[in-house]
Protein backbone atom coordinates (compact mmCIF):
# COMPACT_ATOMS: atom_id res chain seq x y z
CA UNK A 1 0.00 0.00 0.00
CA UNK A 2 1.33 3.41 -0.79
CA UNK A 3 0.15 6.42 0.72
CA UNK A 4 1.62 9.70 0.06
CA UNK A 5 4.95 9.24 1.51
CA UNK A 6 4.36 5.93 2.97
CA UNK A 7 4.45 2.26 1.99
CA UNK A 8 3.57 -0.72 3.40
CA UNK A 9 4.51 -4.58 2.14
CA UNK A 10 2.49 -7.56 3.00
CA UNK A 11 5.14 -8.52 5.09
CA UNK A 12 4.86 -5.24 7.13
CA UNK A 13 0.94 -5.29 6.72
CA UNK A 14 0.87 -8.70 8.25
CA UNK A 15 3.02 -7.77 11.02
CA UNK A 16 1.17 -4.72 11.97
CA UNK A 17 -2.10 -6.94 11.58
CA UNK A 18 -0.69 -9.56 14.39
CA UNK A 19 0.54 -6.83 17.03
CA UNK A 20 -2.95 -5.10 16.72
CA UNK A 21 -4.79 -7.95 17.08
CA UNK A 22 -2.77 -8.69 20.21
CA UNK A 23 -3.51 -5.35 21.71
CA UNK A 24 -7.71 -5.70 20.67
CA UNK A 25 -7.91 -9.46 21.62
CA UNK A 26 -10.93 -8.69 24.49
CA UNK A 27 -12.62 -7.16 21.72
CA UNK A 28 -14.27 -10.59 20.78
CA UNK A 29 -17.98 -10.45 20.62
CA UNK A 30 -17.59 -6.75 21.29
CA UNK A 31 -19.83 -4.00 18.97
CA UNK A 32 -16.91 -1.96 17.96
CA UNK A 33 -16.82 1.70 16.61
CA UNK A 34 -13.96 2.58 14.37
CA UNK A 35 -13.16 5.63 13.15
CA UNK A 36 -9.74 6.12 10.83
CA UNK A 37 -8.43 8.80 8.75
CA UNK A 38 -5.24 7.21 7.54
CA UNK A 39 -5.36 4.06 5.13
CA UNK A 40 -2.58 2.54 6.57
CA UNK A 41 -3.88 2.07 10.00
CA UNK A 42 -7.53 1.17 8.31
CA UNK A 43 -6.19 -1.85 6.71
CA UNK A 44 -4.39 -3.87 9.48
CA UNK A 45 -7.40 -2.14 12.18
CA UNK A 46 -10.07 -3.63 10.11
CA UNK A 47 -7.72 -7.21 9.65
CA UNK A 48 -7.08 -7.33 13.26
CA UNK A 49 -10.61 -6.72 14.38
CA UNK A 50 -11.53 -9.57 12.04
CA UNK A 51 -8.83 -12.01 13.88
CA UNK A 52 -10.18 -11.51 17.14
CA UNK A 53 -14.07 -11.56 15.75
CA UNK A 54 -15.13 -8.76 16.78
CA UNK A 55 -18.23 -6.35 15.60
CA UNK A 56 -16.61 -3.84 13.26
CA UNK A 57 -18.84 -1.19 12.44
CA UNK A 58 -17.05 1.59 9.78
CA UNK A 59 -17.38 5.03 10.60
CA UNK A 60 -14.73 6.48 8.40
CA UNK A 61 -14.16 10.11 9.72
CA UNK A 62 -17.29 11.04 11.33
CA UNK A 63 -17.33 14.14 13.68
CA UNK A 64 -17.19 13.29 17.58
CA UNK A 65 -21.07 14.49 17.67
CA UNK A 66 -21.66 12.31 14.99
CA UNK A 67 -20.23 9.39 16.43
CA UNK A 68 -21.87 10.15 20.35
CA UNK A 69 -25.19 9.93 18.45
CA UNK A 70 -24.38 6.72 16.40
CA UNK A 71 -23.15 5.47 19.60
CA UNK A 72 -26.26 5.43 20.94
CA UNK A 73 -28.64 4.68 17.90
CA UNK A 74 -26.23 1.29 16.88
CA UNK A 75 -25.52 0.11 20.80
CA UNK A 76 -21.62 0.72 19.95
CA UNK A 77 -19.86 -0.56 23.26
CA UNK A 78 -16.21 1.04 22.08
CA UNK A 79 -14.83 3.29 20.23
CA UNK A 80 -11.48 2.63 18.38
CA UNK A 81 -9.93 6.48 17.15
CA UNK A 82 -7.02 5.48 14.76
CA UNK A 83 -7.04 9.53 14.08
CA UNK A 84 -3.70 10.08 15.79
CA UNK A 85 -2.03 6.47 15.56
CA UNK A 86 1.71 6.54 15.06
CA UNK A 87 2.08 3.15 15.15
CA UNK A 88 1.50 2.07 18.95
CA UNK A 89 -1.01 4.65 20.36
CA UNK A 90 -4.61 4.63 19.34
CA UNK A 91 -7.84 5.67 21.61
CA UNK A 92 -10.00 3.29 23.05
CA UNK A 93 -13.42 4.34 24.71
CA UNK A 94 -15.22 1.76 26.41
CA UNK A 95 -18.56 2.36 26.66
CA UNK A 96 -20.79 1.01 29.47
CA UNK A 97 -23.79 -1.09 26.71
CA UNK A 98 -26.45 0.97 26.68
CA UNK A 99 -28.55 -2.49 26.81
CA UNK A 100 -26.78 -5.46 27.44
CA UNK A 101 -26.13 -7.75 24.41
CA UNK A 102 -26.29 -11.45 25.08
CA UNK A 103 -22.74 -12.24 24.59
CA UNK A 104 -23.60 -15.85 22.94
CA UNK A 105 -25.75 -14.34 20.60
CA UNK A 106 -23.46 -12.05 19.34
CA UNK A 107 -21.07 -15.09 19.35
CA UNK A 108 -22.70 -17.28 17.16
CA UNK A 109 -23.13 -14.84 14.79
CA UNK A 110 -19.63 -13.84 13.97
CA UNK A 111 -18.28 -17.24 13.91
CA UNK A 112 -20.82 -18.49 11.75
CA UNK A 113 -19.74 -15.40 9.09
CA UNK A 114 -17.15 -12.62 10.05
CA UNK A 115 -17.40 -9.36 8.32
CA UNK A 116 -18.14 -5.61 8.74
CA UNK A 117 -21.15 -3.20 8.98
CA UNK A 118 -20.90 -0.23 6.30
CA UNK A 119 -22.57 2.68 7.22
CA UNK A 120 -24.81 4.45 4.31
CA UNK A 121 -26.92 7.45 4.22
CA UNK A 122 -30.57 7.02 4.88
CA UNK A 123 -33.68 8.66 4.39
CA UNK A 124 -34.40 10.35 8.01
CA UNK A 125 -30.62 11.40 8.87
CA UNK A 126 -29.41 8.46 10.45
CA UNK A 127 -27.39 6.07 8.41
CA UNK A 128 -28.31 2.47 7.78
CA UNK A 129 -26.17 -0.07 9.01
CA UNK A 130 -25.76 -2.48 6.16
CA UNK A 131 -23.86 -5.66 7.21
CA UNK A 132 -21.58 -7.36 4.85
CA UNK A 133 -19.66 -11.04 5.39
CA UNK A 134 -16.51 -10.46 4.19
CA UNK A 135 -17.89 -13.85 1.78
CA UNK A 136 -20.03 -11.82 0.17
CA UNK A 137 -17.25 -8.66 0.20
CA UNK A 138 -15.19 -10.89 -2.11
CA UNK A 139 -17.31 -13.11 -4.42
CA UNK A 140 -17.14 -10.00 -6.70
CA UNK A 141 -13.47 -9.79 -6.62
CA UNK A 142 -11.71 -11.43 -10.14
CA UNK A 143 -8.43 -13.03 -8.88
CA UNK A 144 -6.03 -13.89 -11.79
CA UNK A 145 -1.99 -14.20 -11.70
CA UNK A 146 -1.76 -11.10 -14.00
CA UNK A 147 -2.95 -8.98 -11.57
CA UNK A 148 0.09 -10.16 -8.89
CA UNK A 149 2.32 -6.52 -8.48
CA UNK A 150 -0.18 -4.39 -10.63
CA UNK A 151 -0.67 -0.70 -9.43
CA UNK A 152 -4.58 0.31 -7.96
CA UNK A 153 -5.15 3.59 -7.61
CA UNK A 154 -8.59 3.75 -5.22
CA UNK A 155 -10.33 6.85 -4.73
CA UNK A 156 -13.03 5.89 -2.83
CA UNK A 157 -13.06 5.74 1.12
CA UNK A 158 -12.43 2.85 2.08
CA UNK A 159 -14.88 2.42 4.85
CA UNK A 160 -17.39 2.45 2.05
CA UNK A 161 -19.08 -0.49 0.06
CA UNK A 162 -16.41 0.33 -3.50
CA UNK A 163 -13.35 1.44 -1.81
CA UNK A 164 -13.78 -1.76 0.28
CA UNK A 165 -14.26 -3.76 -3.49
CA UNK A 166 -11.14 -2.20 -4.53
CA UNK A 167 -9.21 -2.89 -1.56
CA UNK A 168 -10.25 -6.62 -1.49
CA UNK A 169 -9.54 -5.91 -5.61
CA UNK A 170 -5.86 -5.34 -4.96
CA UNK A 171 -4.79 -7.30 -1.52
CA UNK A 172 -6.50 -10.78 -2.80
CA UNK A 173 -4.36 -10.59 -5.81
CA UNK A 174 -1.07 -9.47 -4.17
CA UNK A 175 -1.06 -6.19 -6.03
CA UNK A 176 -0.46 -2.70 -4.77
CA UNK A 177 -2.77 -0.46 -3.44
CA UNK A 178 -2.41 3.77 -4.03
CA UNK A 179 -4.36 5.95 -2.81
CA UNK A 180 -3.44 9.73 -2.92
CA UNK A 181 -2.55 11.90 0.03
CA UNK A 182 -4.99 14.52 -1.08
CA UNK A 183 -7.97 14.43 -2.95
CA UNK A 184 -6.99 17.34 -5.01
CA UNK A 185 -7.03 16.81 -8.87
CA UNK A 186 -3.69 17.65 -9.21
CA UNK A 187 -1.97 15.03 -6.51
CA UNK A 188 -4.66 12.21 -8.08
CA UNK A 189 -3.31 13.16 -12.00
CA UNK A 190 0.06 13.31 -10.06
CA UNK A 191 -0.29 9.93 -8.53
CA UNK A 192 -1.58 8.22 -11.68
CA UNK A 193 1.76 9.57 -13.27
CA UNK A 194 3.97 9.00 -11.03
CA UNK A 195 3.67 5.71 -9.08
CA UNK A 196 2.58 4.42 -12.76
CA UNK A 197 -1.16 3.47 -11.98
CA UNK A 198 -2.69 0.83 -14.03
CA UNK A 199 -6.27 0.22 -12.99
CA UNK A 200 -7.98 3.40 -11.42
CA UNK A 201 -11.60 3.73 -9.70
CA UNK A 202 -13.39 6.38 -8.58
CA UNK A 203 -16.51 8.32 -8.88
CA UNK A 204 -17.37 10.40 -11.89
CA UNK A 205 -16.75 13.77 -10.11
CA UNK A 206 -13.18 12.63 -9.49
CA UNK A 207 -12.98 12.09 -13.31
CA UNK A 208 -14.10 14.54 -14.28
CA UNK A 209 -11.94 16.97 -12.05
CA UNK A 210 -9.00 14.94 -13.06
CA UNK A 211 -9.99 15.79 -16.89
CA UNK A 212 -10.48 19.35 -16.01
CA UNK A 213 -8.55 20.97 -12.99
CA UNK A 214 -5.02 18.95 -12.92
CA UNK A 215 -4.01 21.72 -14.31
CA UNK A 216 0.46 21.76 -15.60
CA UNK A 217 -0.03 17.79 -14.33
CA UNK A 218 -0.10 15.64 -18.24
CA UNK A 219 -2.16 13.00 -18.34
CA UNK A 220 -0.85 11.71 -21.44
CA UNK A 221 0.94 9.02 -21.81
CA UNK A 222 -0.63 7.16 -19.25
CA UNK A 223 0.22 3.75 -17.74
CA UNK A 224 -3.65 3.41 -17.29
CA UNK A 225 -4.90 0.04 -18.47
CA UNK A 226 -8.46 0.65 -16.74
CA UNK A 227 -10.46 3.34 -15.74
CA UNK A 228 -13.24 2.58 -13.72
CA UNK A 229 -16.23 4.38 -12.48
CA UNK A 230 -18.74 4.36 -9.93
CA UNK A 231 -20.97 5.27 -7.31
CA UNK A 232 -22.80 8.06 -9.79
CA UNK A 233 -24.28 8.13 -13.38
CA UNK A 234 -21.67 7.63 -15.47
CA UNK A 235 -22.90 10.47 -18.57
CA UNK A 236 -22.26 9.43 -22.03
CA UNK A 237 -20.57 13.02 -22.17
CA UNK A 238 -17.76 11.78 -19.46
CA UNK A 239 -17.40 8.20 -20.94
CA UNK A 240 -16.74 9.92 -24.48
CA UNK A 241 -14.43 12.57 -22.97
CA UNK A 242 -12.27 9.80 -20.95
CA UNK A 243 -12.43 7.68 -24.11
CA UNK A 244 -11.00 10.86 -26.14
CA UNK A 245 -8.10 11.80 -23.47
CA UNK A 246 -7.15 7.68 -22.61
CA UNK A 247 -7.71 5.86 -26.26
CA UNK A 248 -5.80 3.20 -24.86
CA UNK A 249 -7.50 2.79 -21.52
CA UNK A 250 -10.83 0.28 -21.04
CA UNK A 251 -13.38 2.34 -19.62
CA UNK A 252 -15.62 0.33 -17.06
CA UNK A 253 -18.59 1.75 -15.23
CA UNK A 254 -19.77 -0.18 -12.14
CA UNK A 255 -23.91 0.04 -10.81
CA UNK A 256 -23.49 -1.49 -7.12
CA UNK A 257 -25.44 -0.05 -4.02
CA UNK A 258 -24.34 -0.63 -0.44
CA UNK A 259 -26.97 -2.98 0.53
CA UNK A 260 -26.75 -5.62 -2.62
CA UNK A 261 -22.90 -4.99 -3.84
CA UNK A 262 -21.81 -4.68 -7.01
CA UNK A 263 -24.28 -5.23 -9.76
CA UNK A 264 -22.86 -5.40 -12.75
CA UNK A 265 -20.23 -3.83 -14.94
CA UNK A 266 -20.65 -2.11 -18.20
CA UNK A 267 -17.71 -1.80 -20.89
CA UNK A 268 -18.81 -1.08 -24.11
CA UNK A 269 -18.25 2.45 -23.54
CA UNK A 270 -21.84 3.61 -23.47
CA UNK A 271 -24.02 5.10 -20.78
CA UNK A 272 -26.88 3.45 -19.14
CA UNK A 273 -27.29 -0.24 -19.06
CA UNK A 274 -28.02 -2.47 -22.15
CA UNK A 275 -31.39 -3.52 -22.08
CA UNK A 276 -30.60 -7.02 -22.15
CA UNK A 277 -29.44 -7.33 -18.76
CA UNK A 278 -33.30 -7.33 -17.97
CA UNK A 279 -33.44 -11.31 -19.79
CA UNK A 280 -29.73 -11.99 -19.28
CA UNK A 281 -28.35 -11.34 -16.02
CA UNK A 282 -25.08 -9.79 -16.46
CA UNK A 283 -23.51 -11.33 -13.18
CA UNK A 284 -24.09 -14.73 -11.74
CA UNK A 285 -26.81 -14.58 -9.35
CA UNK A 286 -27.80 -10.81 -10.72
CA UNK A 287 -31.47 -10.36 -11.86
CA UNK A 288 -32.93 -6.70 -12.49
CA UNK A 289 -36.49 -5.69 -13.11
CA UNK A 290 -38.19 -2.36 -13.69
CA UNK A 291 -41.08 -1.36 -11.43
CA UNK A 292 -43.33 1.42 -11.80
CA UNK A 293 -39.79 2.93 -13.56
CA UNK A 294 -37.72 1.87 -10.64
CA UNK A 295 -35.04 -0.49 -10.53
CA UNK A 296 -35.32 -3.87 -8.35
CA UNK A 297 -32.90 -5.75 -7.98
CA UNK A 298 -31.14 -9.03 -6.34
CA UNK A 299 -27.88 -9.97 -6.09
CA UNK A 300 -25.93 -13.07 -4.32
CA UNK A 301 -23.86 -10.80 -2.25
CA UNK A 302 -26.80 -9.04 0.17
CA UNK A 303 -26.11 -7.28 3.60
CA UNK A 304 -26.89 -9.66 5.98
CA UNK A 305 -29.16 -7.29 7.50
CA UNK A 306 -29.93 -3.90 8.43
CA UNK A 307 -28.91 -3.55 11.92
CA UNK A 308 -31.47 -1.74 13.97
CA UNK A 309 -34.24 -0.54 11.69
CA UNK A 310 -37.37 -0.82 10.86
CA UNK A 311 -37.16 -1.32 7.49
CA UNK A 312 -37.48 -4.74 6.38
CA UNK A 313 -34.73 -6.99 6.20
CA UNK A 314 -34.37 -8.30 2.84
CA UNK A 315 -34.17 -11.96 2.34
CA UNK A 316 -33.26 -14.18 -0.78
CA UNK A 317 -34.26 -13.82 -3.51
CA UNK A 318 -36.68 -10.58 -3.06
CA UNK A 319 -36.04 -8.18 -4.67
CA UNK A 320 -34.34 -4.33 -3.14
CA UNK A 321 -35.88 -1.55 -4.23
CA UNK A 322 -32.49 0.74 -5.27
CA UNK A 323 -34.73 4.00 -5.06
CA UNK A 324 -32.87 4.35 -8.62
CA UNK A 325 -35.49 5.36 -11.30
CA UNK A 326 -34.60 4.25 -15.23
CA UNK A 327 -36.12 5.03 -18.55
CA UNK A 328 -35.97 2.37 -21.65
CA UNK A 329 -34.41 4.55 -24.69
CA UNK A 330 -34.32 1.95 -27.72
CA UNK A 331 -32.30 -0.73 -26.54
CA UNK A 332 -30.76 0.75 -23.75
CA UNK A 333 -32.21 2.00 -19.99
CA UNK A 334 -30.81 4.95 -18.63
CA UNK A 335 -30.78 6.38 -15.17
CA UNK A 336 -32.92 9.39 -14.27
CA UNK A 337 -32.84 10.00 -10.90
CA UNK A 338 -34.12 9.31 -7.09
CA UNK A 339 -37.65 8.05 -6.48
CA UNK A 340 -37.01 9.50 -2.87
CA UNK A 341 -35.06 12.89 -2.28
CA UNK A 342 -32.17 11.68 -1.39
CA UNK A 343 -29.42 12.95 -3.97
CA UNK A 344 -25.77 12.09 -5.02
CA UNK A 345 -23.32 14.64 -4.67
CA UNK A 346 -20.21 13.76 -6.17
CA UNK A 347 -20.79 9.75 -5.30
CA UNK A 348 -21.98 10.74 -1.80
CA UNK A 349 -25.52 10.49 -0.84
CA UNK A 350 -26.92 13.06 0.81
CA UNK A 351 -30.59 13.81 2.14
CA UNK A 352 -31.75 17.60 2.25
CA UNK A 353 -34.60 16.83 5.09
CA UNK A 354 -30.96 16.37 7.05
CA UNK A 355 -29.68 18.79 6.16
CA UNK A 356 -32.47 21.38 6.55
CA UNK A 357 -32.88 20.31 10.10
CA UNK A 358 -29.20 21.48 10.95
CA UNK A 359 -29.11 25.03 9.18
CA UNK A 360 -32.97 25.39 10.99
CA UNK A 361 -30.56 25.24 14.25
CA UNK A 362 -28.53 28.01 13.36
CA UNK A 363 -28.57 30.98 14.83
CA UNK A 364 -30.44 33.65 12.42
CA UNK A 365 -32.25 31.18 10.54
CA UNK A 366 -35.99 31.43 10.37
CA UNK A 367 -36.82 29.36 7.82
CA UNK A 368 -34.59 27.33 5.30
CA UNK A 369 -35.30 24.89 2.51
CA UNK A 370 -32.37 23.17 1.35
CA UNK A 371 -32.44 21.82 -2.60
CA UNK A 372 -30.49 20.18 -5.02
CA UNK A 373 -29.49 21.82 -8.17
CA UNK A 374 -28.27 19.78 -11.07
CA UNK A 375 -24.35 20.19 -11.30
CA UNK A 376 -22.30 18.86 -14.58
CA UNK A 377 -19.29 18.56 -12.98
CA UNK A 378 -20.48 16.61 -9.51
CA UNK A 379 -24.21 15.79 -10.11
CA UNK A 380 -25.95 18.02 -7.68
CA UNK A 381 -24.66 20.36 -5.23
CA UNK A 382 -27.22 21.49 -2.51
CA UNK A 383 -28.61 24.99 -2.47
CA UNK A 384 -30.30 26.52 0.76
CA UNK A 385 -32.99 29.47 0.36
CA UNK A 386 -32.71 30.99 3.55
CA UNK A 387 -34.98 33.31 5.42
CA UNK A 388 -33.38 35.38 7.75
CA UNK A 389 -34.09 36.05 11.56
CA UNK A 390 -34.50 40.61 11.27
CA UNK A 391 -32.19 40.94 13.88
CA UNK A 392 -29.16 39.43 12.25
CA UNK A 393 -26.80 40.23 9.62
CA UNK A 394 -26.80 38.30 5.98
CA UNK A 395 -23.05 37.97 7.23
CA UNK A 396 -23.36 37.09 10.99
CA UNK A 397 -25.87 34.25 9.39
CA UNK A 398 -23.29 32.91 6.72
CA UNK A 399 -20.41 32.62 9.35
CA UNK A 400 -22.92 30.62 11.83
CA UNK A 401 -23.75 28.24 8.93
CA UNK A 402 -19.99 27.88 8.24
CA UNK A 403 -19.28 27.23 11.62
CA UNK A 404 -22.45 24.56 12.17
CA UNK A 405 -21.43 22.54 8.93
CA UNK A 406 -18.06 22.05 10.63
CA UNK A 407 -19.25 20.42 13.46
CA UNK A 408 -22.45 18.56 11.89
CA UNK A 409 -22.45 17.90 8.51
CA UNK A 410 -19.78 16.39 6.22
CA UNK A 411 -18.69 18.67 2.98
CA UNK A 412 -20.77 17.06 0.44
CA UNK A 413 -23.82 17.72 2.86
CA UNK A 414 -23.06 21.30 2.97
CA UNK A 415 -25.27 24.00 0.89
CA UNK A 416 -23.06 25.64 -1.37
CA UNK A 417 -25.31 27.87 -3.08
CA UNK A 418 -26.78 29.88 -0.36
CA UNK A 419 -29.53 32.88 -1.24
CA UNK A 420 -31.22 34.88 1.32
CA UNK A 421 -35.29 35.13 0.61
CA UNK A 422 -38.41 36.47 1.43
CA UNK A 423 -40.30 33.45 0.27
CA UNK A 424 -39.49 30.01 0.61
CA UNK A 425 -41.46 27.54 -1.83
CA UNK A 426 -44.05 25.13 -0.50
CA UNK A 427 -45.56 22.58 -2.11
CA UNK A 428 -49.24 22.25 -2.84
CA UNK A 429 -49.09 20.06 0.78
CA UNK A 430 -47.75 22.88 2.50
CA UNK A 431 -44.82 21.44 2.96
CA UNK A 432 -41.26 22.29 1.63
CA UNK A 433 -40.67 22.02 -1.68
CA UNK A 434 -37.42 19.72 -1.59
CA UNK A 435 -37.25 19.25 -5.48
CA UNK A 436 -35.59 21.23 -7.57
CA UNK A 437 -36.79 24.42 -9.04
CA UNK A 438 -37.58 22.73 -12.12
CA UNK A 439 -39.61 20.66 -11.15
CA UNK B 1 -24.43 37.36 -26.93
CA UNK B 2 -22.20 38.07 -23.98
CA UNK B 3 -18.93 39.09 -24.78
CA UNK B 4 -15.27 38.27 -22.91
CA UNK B 5 -15.62 41.51 -20.37
CA UNK B 6 -19.52 40.34 -19.64
CA UNK B 7 -18.60 37.11 -19.11
CA UNK B 8 -15.32 38.16 -17.01
CA UNK B 9 -17.45 39.90 -14.73
CA UNK B 10 -20.00 37.50 -13.85
CA UNK B 11 -17.54 34.92 -13.62
CA UNK B 12 -15.70 37.52 -10.63
CA UNK B 13 -18.89 37.64 -9.36
CA UNK B 14 -19.80 33.96 -9.10
CA UNK B 15 -16.52 33.34 -7.42
CA UNK B 16 -17.57 36.41 -4.82
CA UNK B 17 -20.13 34.68 -4.11
CA UNK B 18 -19.08 31.46 -3.37
CA UNK B 19 -16.71 32.98 -1.72
CA UNK B 20 -18.87 35.33 0.72
CA UNK B 21 -21.11 32.11 1.35
CA UNK B 22 -18.27 30.33 3.04
CA UNK B 23 -17.36 33.98 4.79
CA UNK B 24 -13.78 34.29 3.11
CA UNK B 25 -12.98 37.35 0.72
CA UNK B 26 -10.35 37.07 -1.53
CA UNK B 27 -9.12 39.31 -5.29
CA UNK B 28 -9.58 37.61 -7.77
CA UNK B 29 -7.71 38.31 -10.75
CA UNK B 30 -7.38 36.27 -14.17
CA UNK B 31 -4.13 34.85 -13.12
CA UNK B 32 -5.94 32.99 -9.87
CA UNK B 33 -5.39 29.49 -9.88
CA UNK B 34 -8.19 27.52 -9.76
CA UNK B 35 -7.65 25.34 -7.25
CA UNK B 36 -7.80 25.67 -3.57
CA UNK B 37 -5.38 28.63 -3.16
CA UNK B 38 -8.49 31.06 -3.13
CA UNK B 39 -10.10 28.58 -0.52
CA UNK B 40 -12.76 26.87 -2.69
CA UNK B 41 -12.96 23.19 -2.99
CA UNK B 42 -14.28 20.86 -5.77
CA UNK B 43 -17.96 21.26 -4.76
CA UNK B 44 -17.25 25.26 -4.74
CA UNK B 45 -16.21 25.12 -8.14
CA UNK B 46 -19.23 23.34 -8.94
CA UNK B 47 -21.27 26.09 -7.57
CA UNK B 48 -19.80 28.73 -8.97
CA UNK B 49 -20.55 26.90 -12.35
CA UNK B 50 -23.97 26.30 -11.10
CA UNK B 51 -23.99 30.21 -10.60
CA UNK B 52 -22.64 30.68 -13.87
CA UNK B 53 -25.35 28.68 -15.63
CA UNK B 54 -27.83 30.48 -13.62
CA UNK B 55 -27.01 33.61 -14.51
CA UNK B 56 -25.92 33.41 -18.40
CA UNK B 57 -27.52 30.09 -19.19
CA UNK B 58 -23.83 28.74 -20.56
CA UNK B 59 -23.02 24.83 -18.42
CA UNK B 60 -19.56 24.70 -20.55
CA UNK B 61 -19.25 20.89 -18.44
CA UNK B 62 -21.86 19.14 -20.55
CA UNK B 63 -20.35 20.40 -23.75
CA UNK B 64 -17.86 17.71 -23.66
CA UNK B 65 -15.41 19.98 -24.02
CA UNK B 66 -11.23 18.61 -23.34
CA UNK B 67 -9.94 21.53 -21.84
CA UNK B 68 -6.98 22.10 -19.05
CA UNK B 69 -8.39 25.01 -16.40
CA UNK B 70 -5.22 26.22 -14.19
CA UNK B 71 -6.31 29.81 -13.61
CA UNK B 72 -9.68 32.19 -13.93
CA UNK B 73 -8.43 33.17 -17.37
CA UNK B 74 -8.99 29.67 -18.64
CA UNK B 75 -12.49 29.32 -17.17
CA UNK B 76 -13.03 32.79 -19.03
CA UNK B 77 -11.60 31.26 -22.27
CA UNK B 78 -13.70 28.28 -21.35
CA UNK B 79 -16.76 29.94 -21.31
CA UNK B 80 -16.18 32.59 -23.81
CA UNK B 81 -16.15 29.33 -26.28
CA UNK B 82 -19.23 28.10 -24.73
CA UNK B 83 -21.33 30.85 -25.68
CA UNK B 84 -20.04 31.32 -29.22
CA UNK B 85 -21.13 28.40 -29.74
CA UNK B 86 -24.51 29.38 -28.32
CA UNK B 87 -24.96 32.79 -29.49
CA UNK B 88 -28.63 32.82 -28.67
CA UNK B 89 -28.57 31.80 -25.22
CA UNK B 90 -29.67 34.68 -23.05
Known amino acids: MIHGGQQVTYRQLAARTESLAQQLCHLTGKRVGVRTSSPTTFIPAILALNLVAADVFLLGSRTPAEINRLTREFSLECILDFSSYNGTQFSESVLAPILTPEPQSIHSELSADKGVTILTSGTTGLPKAARHTWANLCKPVRTTPLYRHTRWLCLFPLHLYAGLQVFLQAFLNWATLVIPSCMTPHEIASTISHQGIQYASGTPSFWRQILYFSGSQGLEPTSLLQITLGGEVASQALLDQLRRVFPHTRIVHIYACTEMGRLFAVTDGKEGFPLRYLDDPPEAGVQLKIVDDQLLVTSRTPMTTYIQQEEDQPSTPAYFHTGDLVKVAGNRILFRGRINEIVNVGGSKVSPLEVESVIRNVPGVAEVRVYPKPSSLTGHILAADIIPSPQYSQEQIRLAIQQMSQIHLQPFQVPRVINFVDQIRMSSAFKISRAGPDS | ?90
Do not use: C
Open chain 2, 1 to 90: MLNKLEIEHLLNQAIKQVLEDKGFTAKITPDSPIDSTLGLDSLDWAAVAVRMEDQTGLDPFSEGFIVKLATVNDLIDLYVKTASKHPFVQ
